[in-house]
């Protein structure tokens, strides 16, 4: 096993750097047990792909990326058994040569699969839940040293999966998947009060919805996604204009711009959000489709919000953020999922709408955030467990009813506190 001492750890977003005594890199299951066995403050690395600092006093960091295996596929139930460590992307890549694919994703594949699920991390559509909802088991190791098959007939299935990292870890799953298939992707735009209007309409007539906002701007952008046998037809010009040039080296540069003269942001916003006016669509692989061009670093919140009361909470979400009390130099993104029984999954038993804040990282980021999370906790919203949220002033307990159940479950699966984190009644 490889041993790194001293470790500087930094996240994708850069804004969690952490020197850690040790990173260990365990290539068998014995060797992580030696390792729980000779330390506390254990905390587990899939790709560091979150905001949220859930690794505070870290002492060992386990990186499970030497923990691999050959994927197994039962061909019967269609079913593939994952080291907890693989990133999505290379499940979507081996999946796809077997003519097989996950049922949903979130907008990026480099998450490890176990990192993602343990989150709660989603994708969007009213019929789907959070990525966990597609695990029907998993191999988990807990504080004790112990290892334990867990299945959906399990009483604390709903409660290990999604507990990023809490309880102890997840070696490896059994993933229901679906033979592959494409999406067809329209995307147009229209004023936010008709998205509003229309927007119960559209999560039932598509299969993915998501629509996008540069704030000040009056239109939103809507992606209305569905799944089809149809053939792949990307219109090669327009798509290299839309997801090359305009998503990434446009885009780019006008953070830049933005990021230098914040002033010039709203109005940059707005011309983005015009080239976006000419309706566009095309059909490709479901995880092409999913997956956005890699956005620069940000900062980000998302929090899921009852999805019954969209339309108060949309329509005030639009005019708080439209007054220009604050500049953003990034698009706003709006989702929605399924309800889940996953006790600490922020769609617990609701249907949810997910609205966050994106922005650069400048000196408004802190009050934005707060600004947010007072607007989220008057509509009685529930933060991403990977992405940032002020917990000093969260009522976990409120927000999650089972959440003295699960803390019980950690006095068994982890009663000396080796995977320490923030949680509390
Ligand atoms: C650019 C970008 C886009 C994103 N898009 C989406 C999106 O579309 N939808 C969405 O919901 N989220 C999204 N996220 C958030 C992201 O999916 C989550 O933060 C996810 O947890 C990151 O996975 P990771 O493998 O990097 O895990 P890490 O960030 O490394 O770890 C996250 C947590 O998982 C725990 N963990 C890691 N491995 C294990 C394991 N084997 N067993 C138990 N616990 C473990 C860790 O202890 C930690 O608490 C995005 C993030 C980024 C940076």
């Given amino acids: 096993m490889k041993i ?26 014995t060797e992580l047990i030696e390792i729980i066995h000779k330390h506390q403050k254990i905390r587990f690395l899939g790709s560091g792909h979150s905001w949220n600092n859930l690794w505070n006093e870290t002492e060992a960091l386990i990186d499970f990326t030497h923990l691999t295996f050959e994927p197994i596929i039962h061909s019967e139930t269609l079913e593939v058994e994952i080291p907890g460590g693989m990133k999505l992307w290379q499940i979507n ?5 077997k003519n097989l694919a996950l049922q949903n994703l979130g907008s990026i594949d480099q998450q490890s699969i176990a990192g993602a699920i343990s989150t709660g991390t989603h994708g969007t559509g009213l019929k789907f839940s959070c990525l966990a909802s597609q695990c029907n088991e998993f191999t988990f190791l807990d504080g004790k040293g112990n290892l334990h098959n867990i299945n959906k007939n399990h009483p604390h299935f709903f409660a290990l999966l999604v507990s990023f990292g809490t309880l102890g870890m997840i070696l490896k799953l059994k993933i229901q998947v679906v033979p592959s298939y494409q999406i067809q992707e329209n995307t147009f735009t229209c004023k936010w009060e008709n998205a509003i209007e229309n927007f119960e309409t559209w999560i039932y007539e598509y299969d993915h919805l998501k629509l996008w906002w540069l704030p000040p701007a009056s239109d939103a952008v809507v992606y209305a996604m ?4 149809c053939p792949i037809q990307e219109p090669n010009i327009q798509n290299f204009w839309r997801e090359k040039v305009l998503s990434v080296w446009f885009y780019r540069l006008f953070v830049k711009i933005g990021n ?27 995880y092409k489709i999913f997956k956005v061009a890699e956005p620069p670093v940000h900062r980000e919140t998302e929090w899921a919000f009852p999805l019954w009361n969209y339309k108060n909470i949309l329509t005030d979400y639009f005019q708080r953020y439209s007054d220009n009390r604050f500049t953003f130099n990034f698009i706003q993104e709006i989702r929605i999922s399924q309800s889940d029984n996953f006790w600490l999954s922020p769609s617990y038993e609701r249907d949810s709408l997910w609205l966050g804040i994106y922005n650069h990282w400048d000196s408004q980021w802190t009050n934005l955030l707060n600004d947010f999370q007072s607007f989220a ?3 009685h919203g529930r933060p991403h467990w990977g992405k940032e949220f002020n917990p000093t002033n969260f009522n976990f307990s ?13 006095k068994i699966y982890d009663p000396e506190n080796k995977f320490h984190n923030l949680l509390k009644s």
Avoid at 93 to 97: A, H, N, P, V
Avoid at 226 to 229: A, D, E, L, P, S
Wanted: charged fraction near 25%.
């Fill in 4 to 29: 790194h001492k001293n470790h500087s750890f930094q996240n994708w977003a850069q804004n969690i750097h952490l020197e850690i005594p040790y990173l260990y890199q365990p290539e068998n299951t």
């Fill in 377 to 379: 906790l008057q509509y």
């Fill in 226 to 229: 569905k799944r089809t046998q």
């Fill in 260 to 286: 230098l003269y914040p002033q010039l942001r709203p109005r940059i916003n707005q011309f983005l959000t015009s080239q976006m006016r000419k309706p566009y669509q095309r059909t490709n692989k479901s």
């Fill in 398 to 410: 409120k927000a999650y009813p089972k959440l003295n159940d699960f803390l019980d479950l950690k």
């Fill in 93 to 97: 890549e081996f999946l796809d040569s």
